[in-house]
Each structure stands twice: as structure tokens, then as C-alpha cells.
């Protein structure tokens, strides 16, 4: 197949899947698979286009003069699209597959898993949700393969208002609708810098093609602006904080496999964005790179401590989002940081680092999000302490959820590290070179990596713990039934996604020279050679992972040969000696995370309702903790209840008269008259 | 010929005043009608002769429908609704005469400068056609009886098609057409929704303000 017609397959079958899923919606299971399979298919035809792009190098293009407006849709895959297209084809497609199976459980069971809660009244229709998962995946494709800045906003708007159908479908929870409200105006004001970033472009070189916005000339001032304009743009659809307030709501309210989407691919198209202004208005000085890792170590930080104050599973995975993001644009902000200070090896480690961190946490992240679909859907909750206990009850989720934990906290030997890993390098070797300036940012830089892996761990502890081992807290945790087949193969192909990106990424990273070189534009043997140094480093960290794997699958070994021919007894975990035990004496998550959460307590919001106990015999006395948001309690509303109390003080303007709005119109009409007259 | 123009003009400018002087709903149904009649004369008084057929069809069309039916169909709903006068309007007679004024000498002003296309027949012709779409919207806006809002509508519809003919020739005869029958549609469906709402709502009789009350 040539590359043009991959090209189409890429944009068009989910598309078509979508639509004709949804003409096809009086049946159930053929509108679910049309959809699927559609997307599947449109998936691997982008897989193929990128794996092709990122081995043999080169440029694919496929343009088409749009019905004789003068306006030629130019579709091309460079390196820099062909690497994001990479997790956002292989997410869409195994997300496809998992949906189509994951929303026929909508009709079957009590409660409606499409929502991804259990209390909604009318189940969502799959059709729709199918419709609009083709227009996300299309849109994805788009925006990842637009050669010109029109077609992108266009791109980049129908990905965005395909999202927001999705997490309003389920419109009958007033929390569903304020999320899919809030998720509208955040992404529009991102979308409202991007319109001037491409327009003031647009308008100054006459032309909106890339190769014509690039080629441009601009004054320090402007590049300035551009750049924070494109930060603040991108950064919304990214998350970082504080742009970050509608992932933690949008992702409870979209279906599961669509939050795996968004989560994992839809916000890459931020960073994607990112670079590619990047690569249009040309590198940045040293007071946005280090402002970007300033960026990043908020983002991070602040999303792993929020991420592990939450209750309820998919919340806590958006926060998490919001942290992996902040880490790439950490290994952003220090790639770009070494390019303004001119080391070579800093920028082109920090960069990859952050490349490899997209690819990692769009596996991670996706899988995570896919068995918390499951755990919704067999439970009926998504809060984690109703949870536990499910390792016995579906070991296949179990395994691939662990997997997911794994690699999304950054621990070897799974893939979450790498990228972490690179990043770590690449403000090492910064800081060794006696760089003087670089001392400040870099030493932030690896001070709040580590804080942020080390919550990291912490967190997904608590995550995989709660929800899998131990005794069930609730009936219906304790009768959770195993998925069916093609949700659980899709997270098991997932799983063994991360297993591959591990070895592919430690044994191929040189191919990655080709982004970088779009980006960085160095000499391209030299970014191959620091990638191919950093390629012996991080095979030979797996090396020791995996000696560590081995080592452990040997102790286990003699510990099953001692063993051997004696009574193993068996006990109810948390047992403890007590006469009656019951799951309600073992640690919830809220205890399990209490001592990180009271540390973090100034910046992470929320609240506690503690009661007073008084007397020798105090009387029944409650005590409540909720989660919060720092970020929306202190900025946004304040913020939006003074907007509102602003408008709120001009409402006499609606009087219900006819008169009055007929005079609105006269007085207007009049004054233009004049106006122009004058 | 230009006399008869000029005489119809300051014709049109009269009833207009007549509108915003008077109280009694019977008035303003009676001088909205000769103002459409004094209208469709206008078409009579071009340059050239005896006009096209086709202009001759449109007077008579125009001088049927807004002398004879939409006065009909007004006079019917307010005979059903038993509303004879106009009661309380936000501003009163006297003011509403002296914005009057003002609006003519506003018209006056802006006929003066607008810029339009091939010859104006008249120095009066546009300041009319703007007096006239001017009384239309102060009819609407300053009076609270939904009939007198139909025939504001009605005046400012006047205004235009006063305006149609100041720029003859650069209106088409299918627009002018056009027009007519939108208005004709408009002022059915008003006077039809007037009667069903009188008819449901008794004690709103036909006073508009009393609408507000269905706001949010």
C-alpha cells in the first residue's frame, strides 16, 4: 500500500465505522463492532504509516484541492507526526476493540457502564458513543497529519468538540453535564490562543502552510509571545497546571475506553502541538526553557499529590495524567534548556526523555484506564475503597493492571522508566559540565523528578493494593465476575505493549534521532551518536532490572521447594488474630494515603470535617475528609464567582419586554446610522 | 408630476403624526391604511409616463392588501378583544408628537448624506422613507397594545417600501413582490397569535407588558 492511501485508511475508516456504526444503531452488537472494527482498522493503517515514517525516514504526503475552493487539504507524515502517531494509532485501535465490547455490557447489566457509573438512569446509546469516538480518532489523526495551520485549528476542533459529545452523551448526572461544560470552555480558551498564534502567523507570511509559517522572520517580542501563547493553547489540551481543572472531571464522565483515549492519546496532541509551534517560531531563549521546567515540576508535583488524595479510581488516573504530563514537559523544559545554553547531549537526552515518556504513559495510561473500565463495570463503582480483593476474583486483570502500575510509576524493569531515565541523564550530564547557569534549573529539575517517581510509587501502591489484594470491602466486589474476551485481550495487548516499548525503545533509540533532529535541527550523526550512547545505558539498566526479575522468579522458586511437601495453611488476609475479622478493619485507601496527603495538606485542597470529642463518654461522632483541588478552590472560583456576580448585576437588561429589546435594536441601529454618516 | 410626489410625501408624514398623537386604536388602524394607500400611488408618479404593467399590478396589489385586508383583519381582532383605546403607553401622546419632530429632523439629516444609487426623484423621498421606518419602531417600542406593535411593524414596513421606491430602479420588481407577501404571512400569523393568547389569557388584553411575566 502506498502511503497515501495509509494515509486515508488512517483518517477515513474510523470515520466511516463511525458513521455507519451509528446508521446501523437499531442493532446493538453490529453498531458496537462496526464501529470497532472500523477503528481498529484505521488504527493499524496508522500504525503502519508511522512505523514506516520512523525506520525508513522520509516524508508522506497526500493532498486533495477542496471542492474548488482554492483551499488544497494537505495531509503529510513527517518524523515529528509519525512518532505521535505511533501510541495515538495503537491506543485508538486497542481502545476500539475494547469499547465495542465494553458498551454492549450497557444493555445487559443493571447499570450503565458507558457513563462509567453506576447510577445512571438511561443507558447511553453505543452508537453515538461510537460515532463520536470515530470523529476523536479521526481528529487525532488529523491534527497529527494537518501540513498547514487552517487545517490544523479545523483538526484540532473537531478532536475537541468530538470529546465534549462523548462526555455529554450521558447528560441525565448534573456532574456529567458540568464536566463536559467545563471541559468546553477550557479547551476553547486554550483553542482561542492557538486561533492567534496561527493567525498572527497566517497573516504575517501571507500563507498558512507550515513550510511558509516557518520560514518567517520575527522580531524577539513576537517569538515571545507566540511561544507563551502556544504553551498556554496546547498546555490546556495537555493539562498542565492550572490548565489541568477538566481532566479530573471529563475522564469519570466519558466511558472508560474514551477516557483511556483522551487520557493517553488526546492530551499528547497537546504536546505534539507543542513542538510543532516549536519547529514554526524556532527555539525559545533560557527564561521559557527553564519556566517550562518550572511548568512541568508544578504540573508534576502538584498532580501526583492531588492524584493521591482521590477517591475515586478514574479521577485519580486524571490527576495522574496530569503528572506524566508535567513530566514530559519537564524533559521539554530541559531538552530546550540545553539547546538555549548550547550542550548538545542535555538537549537531545531531555527531548527523547520526554518523547519516550509520551509513548510510555500512552500504554500505561491506557491500560490503566481499561482495567479501571472493567472494575466499574464488574463492581458498579469507581470509588477505590468499595473495591478489593479482585486479584483472586480476575487474576488476568489483575496481572495487566499491575503491569500498568508498574510502568506508569516508573519503575524498572517496566518501560515507565526510560524516558524518566533519559530525562535524569540529561540533567545529570548538564550539571557535571560545570555550566554555571545550569546549576538552579537542572538540580530543580532532578530533585522534583525523583520527589515526583517517588509519589508515584506511592500512589499506585495504594491504587493496585486497594483495589486487588486484601478481602472485598463490598458484595459486589466480592461477586466480580472476569471481562469478557476482547476487553481483556485488548489490555493484555497492552501489557505486552509495554514489555515491547521497553525493549524497542532501549534497543532502537537512535531511531528516534529523526524527531529529534525536526525539533532541535543539530547535526543529525551527532544527536544519533548521544542517542546511541544513552541506548548502552539504558540496556544495561534493563539488564539489572531484569537480573532483579530473576533473581526474585529464583527466590520464588526455593521458596516453592521448601515448601514442598508441607501444610500451607490459608487465612483471610488482614486476619490478624482477631476473632471476627471484617474488611472493614483493614486499611482503606483515604488511611493508606493519609500520611502523605497530611504533608501535602497546604497545597492540595480539600477538606476535613472533624468532630469535637469532649467528656469521658463522648457521644457518636463523625469524621469526614473530601478531596479537593487547590487550583479550582483558590483560582477558579473565586475567579468565576466574581464573573458571575458581574453579570449577575446586569440581568435587568433582560426585562421580558418587547419594548425594551426592540429599543436595544432601534438604539443600536440608530448609532451605526450615525455613525457612519457622520 | 413632481407636486403629486411631493404632496403624497408630506401625505405619508402626516398620518405618521396622526399615529403618534392619537389614542384610539380605531386611528391607527385607519391612518396605517391610508398611509399604504397613499404608498401604492406613489408608484404613479415616476418621469416616464404610465408605468410597466407589472408596476401597475404591484400599486393595485399593494393598495388592496394594505388598505383593505390588514385593516379588515385588525378592526376584526380588536372588535373580538374589546380593546378600543391605547391605555398607559410609556411615552405619552404630547412626547411621542415632539420625538416625533426630532425623528423628522434626524430623517432629514441622514437623508442628507446617505449615499445612494442612481437619481432620488425627491429631496423629500428618502427623509420620508427614513420618518417612516423611524415612527414604526417608536410605535413599537414606546406603546404597550399589542395591536399598535402589529402596525408598528406594519409603518416600519411602509417606511421600506417608500424607501423600495425612492431607489427604484435599483430594486427589482421580485423583491418588492417578495416583500409584500412577507409581510402579508407576518401580520396573519401576528393577529392570528394575538387572538388565540386574548382568547386564552384573559386579563393580558392585548397589554404586552403583561408578557414579561413569562420570562425565565
Redesign the interface.
Known sequence: MTAASLILATVALPLLGGILGRLLGFHSWLARWTAGLAGAAGGLAGLALAGELLWQGGRAAFEWPWFDTGYTLALAVDPLSAFFLLPISLLSAVTAVYGASYLGASHGGGHSPAAGSPHGADPVNPANVGLFAGFLQAGMALVLLAQDGLGFLVAWEVMSLAAFFIIALDDAQAENRAAAWIYLVASHIGAAFLLFFFLYLGMRAGDFSFEALAGLALSDRARRALTLAAVIGFGAKAGFVPLHVWLPDAHPAAPSHISALMSGAMTKTGIYGLLRALTLVGLPGRPAAAALIGLGLVSGILGIVMANAQRDLKRLLAYSTVENLGIVALGLGVGLWGAATGQTVVAVLGLAGALVHVLNHALAKGLLFLAAGVLVQATGTRQLDRLGGLLKRMPGVAGSALTGAVAIAGLPPLNGFLGEFLIFLAAFTGLVSRHGESTVPLTLAIMGLALIGGLAAACFARVFGIAFLGEPRTAEAAEAAPPEAPMALAMALLAVGCVVALLGVAWSLPVLGRVVTTVLRLNPLEIELELLKAGVLLRAVIAGGGLLVVLAGFLAVVRHQLLAGREVGETPTWDCGYAAPTPRMSYTGSSFAQPLNDLFGAVRGGGEERPRLAGLFPATARFASRPGDACVERFYEPVFRRVETFFQSWRWV???????Y??YI?LTL?FL??WN?W | MNMVLEALLVFIVLTNLLMLGSSRLGVYIRAGAMQGVGLSFLFFTGEAGWPHSHIVLLALVTMVVKGLVFPSLLFRTIRQAGVRREMEPYVGFTASLLAGVAAWGFALWVGGRLPLPGVIRSDLLVPTAMFTIFTGLFLIVARRNAITQVLGYLVIENGVFTFGVAVEAATPFLVEMGILLDIFVGVFVMVITLFQINREIEEIHMDTSKLAALKD
Open positions: 433582560q426585562s421580558g419586554r418587547v419594548q425594551a426592540v429599543l432601534a440608530l446610522l450615525g454618516l
